[in-house]
């Protein structure tokens, strides 16, 4: 089974801030925006399929094996949500990442 093991999650309310000013350690544990339930119930470990929004517009939401996590609510705005990690000792000369973004979100101006 996935788990959150070793990475950091938080979440907070960023209503009434531009993209360009979030900071994303604002949001962490500890931080002036972190807000605990927002961090524990607006992202998710999720398998394999299609994204639930978006359906088969966005098919095998799991790049690589059996897990992955999303990040922020699939249906409320307002909110940012964030995921960290230190890895210490890390002798690699690279680190890769799958990724995939959601950005359309009705009534929001281009800023938001």
């Known amino acids: 089974m996935g788990t959150s093991f070793g990475w950091t999650i938080g979440g907070g309310v960023r209503a009434g801030i531009d993209s360009s000013l979030l900071t994303p350690s604002e949001f962490l544990p500890g931080g002036s925006r972190y ?3 927002i961090s524990n119930s607006h992202s998710t470990i999720v398998t394999n399929g299609s ?3 978006v359906g088969d517009l966005m098919p095998n939401i799991v790049y690589s094996g059996n897990y992955s996590w999303r990040v ?3 249906k409320n ?3 940012a949500s964030v995921i ?3 890895i210490n000792n890390y002798y690699c000369s690279d680190i890769y ?3 995939s973004a959601l950005l359309e979100n009705g009534g929001h101006a ?3």
Do not use: K, V
Request: aromatic share 14%.
């Open 35 to 37: 807000n605990a339930n």
């Open 51 to 53: 994204d639930p929004s």
């Open 72 to 74: 922020e609510d699939l």
């Open 77 to 79: 705005g307002g909110y």
């Open 84 to 86: 960290s990690q230190q």
């Open 97 to 99: 990442f799958a990724w």
């Open 110 to 112: 281009a800023n938001e």
